[in-house]
């Protein structure tokens, strides 16, 4: 306690020794203190003054300096926008200068390709130039083709009008037979006369066959059964009692007439036969297929010799010239017709057709029957590949056959009626119908005998009707047996019917 009011005292006295020092030292400066402050108190109100000025003009610098700042961004701003489009302007220009090679090029090419143009033209000018040329020759041919036309319609007027008065010589012969007949009292040998009234002129032309009468059949002598799925179509060999047919089971047989035997299977065909036919000289036979295409055949060793591809649709018919041994035609479900060479198995022309043709027949080695589901029988001429003649046969023509010595032609058609043309003059000189004889569809083939005086066409029913052309009564001779509809049928030149349906073959006798 003693030290530390000791302490405490002696800090006391070195306060107020310190204290009395700091007075007599202010007293020693007073004089120069005043001194100095006698000036600063003379000068502060001008340095007032120049401060407020001075700070008036800083105010007034900032402000400049502000506005400047403010300008000095929106020029920064601009500079940048104009730097972008600088940019931008610069890429455009390059696409411009790329684009305008291009163009530069393209007007190069466009240049060469107007040269080549212009070349070709000149060269089309040329050409048209000739053809004109060739089409005034043309004309000038036409013009006398057409003059020797018009003689040959002379010529060919001139001899219609012999034929007519040989028609009325022949007419005439036959009215006074019969009346000898009649006169003498000789019966039945009026239709021997009748025969030969009518054939009188025909026999005189190429290809006539003198044939025997063939008798009407009567008796179912031989059934066959032919092809698993049915029997599409059947043909007679030429001369021969060789019976052809083919079927859905993608087959073609050979068939003895005589004893019903099966002596040769045709194999390699593709699709469902819908037609058969067999060359003049017996030695191939042509299928017409389902398949759009159509298979021949050797008789002899059963060999396949072509496969003829050409059309696009079913295959409706086939037949053979009776006159050129390699020359057949086909139609099909593609509107044409072609016609084809045996020897080297390719087409030789096609005959477009606005109706598709269900069946065609050759009449003589250059003219060609074929008839349409537009109800017309048309004639065409193979050379020129030309229809020549056409008339209204049916509503629907399913079928045309052409007799054995050209003198008819056969048509049948979904209006149930069997009409008989004469293909000279496209005139119908019979027609035959019955109550319950309906055309089968479109595959429904009638015939015509060999002597040319009956016709028999199978029915929806299974029945077979005959009718005789010489006889004006029109009541047929119906054969029953077949058990579905008779689809096909044939008539051998040695005599017997043959009938198919979808399971069995007939022969008749």
């Avoid at 302490?7 to 007293?27: D, F, Q, Y």
């Avoid at 005998?449 to 010489?470: H, T």
Wanted: net charge neutral; hydrophobic share 35%; with cysteine.
């Amino acid at each position: 306690m003693v030290e530390a009011e000791a302490g405490k005292e002696a800090i006391r006295r070195a306060l107020r020794s310190l204290r009395r020092r700091h007075l007599v030292e202010e007293g020693a400066h007073r004089p120069a203190i005043e001194a100095l402050a006698r000036p600063f108190a003379a000068q502060a109100v001008e340095w007032k003054e120049k401060a407020e000025k001075h700070e008036l003009e800083l105010q007034q610098c900032y402000k400049a300096q502000s506005r400047l700042s403010e300008q000095l961004v929106t020029e920064i701003e601009e500079g940048k926008a104009s730097k972008a489009l600088l940019k931008e302007k610069e890429t455009l220009i390059t696409t411009m200068q790329t684009e305008l090679e291009q163009t530069r090029e393209e007007n190069t090419q466009l240049k060469q390709s107007l040269e080549e143009k212009t070349s070709a033209l000149d060269l089309l000018i040329q050409e048209h130039q000739a053809v004109k040329a060739e089409l005034e020759q043309a004309l000038t041919k036409q013009k006398v083709a057409e003059d020797e036309n018009r003689n040959l319609i002379d010529r060919w007027m001139l001899e219609k009008m012999k034929d007519a008065e040989r028609l009325n010589e022949a007419n005439a012969m036959y009215e006074e037979m019969v009346l000898k007949l009649k006169s003498a009292g000789v019966g039945g040998i009026q239709h021997n006369a009748l025969q030969e009234a009518d054939g009188i002129i025909r026999r005189s032309e190429a290809g006539y066959m003198d044939i025997m009468e063939t008798p009407i059949p009567s008796t179912c002598r031989i059934t066959i059964r032919a092809h698993d799925g049915g029997c599409g179509s059947i043909i007679f060999q030429h001369n021969t009692d060789k019976l052809i047919s083919g079927g859905q089971d993608q087959t073609v047989k050979i068939w003895s007439a005589h004893t019903g035997a099966l002596t040769s299977t045709l194999q390699g065909c593709l699709g469902s036969v819908n037609d058969l036919a067999v060359t003049n000289d017996n030695k191939f036979v042509i299928a017409a297929c389902s398949s759009n295409k159509l298979f021949v055949w050797e008789v002899n060793g059963g060999r396949p010799r072509h496969t003829l591809t050409g059309h696009t649709k079913n295959v409706s018919s086939v037949d053979a010239s009776w006159v050129k041994s390699c020359v057949l035609a086909s139609s099909s479900n593609d509107h044409t017709i072609k016609m084809w060479d045996l020897q080297s198995g390719f087409c030789k022309s096609t005959i477009m057709s606005g109706s598709n043709a269900n069946s065609l027949a050759f009449i003589d080695g250059d003219t060609l029957c074929s008839g349409h589901r537009d109800g017309h029988l048309r004639l065409w001429d193979i050379r020129s590949a030309k229809c020549t003649s056409q008339t209204f046969a049916h509503l629907d023509v399913s079928s045309v056959s052409v007799s054995r010595n050209r003198n008819f032609i056969l048509t049948s058609g979904k209006d149930n009626v069997h009409n008989l043309f004469d293909p000279r003059t496209m005139e119908v000189c019979g027609k035959f119908k019955a109550m319950g004889n309906r055309v089968v569809s479109s595959w429904g083939r009638p015939c015509i005998s060999p002597d040319e005086n009956s016709i028999a066409a199978g029915a929806n029913d299974g029945s077979v009707y005959i009718w005789s052309r010489l006889k004006k009564d029109g009541v047929p001779t119906i054969l029953q047996g077949h058990s579905s509809s008779v689809v096909s049928s044939a008539w051998c030149g040695l005599g017997p019917l043959a009938t198919a349906d979808k399971h069995h073959i007939y022969i008749w006798t």
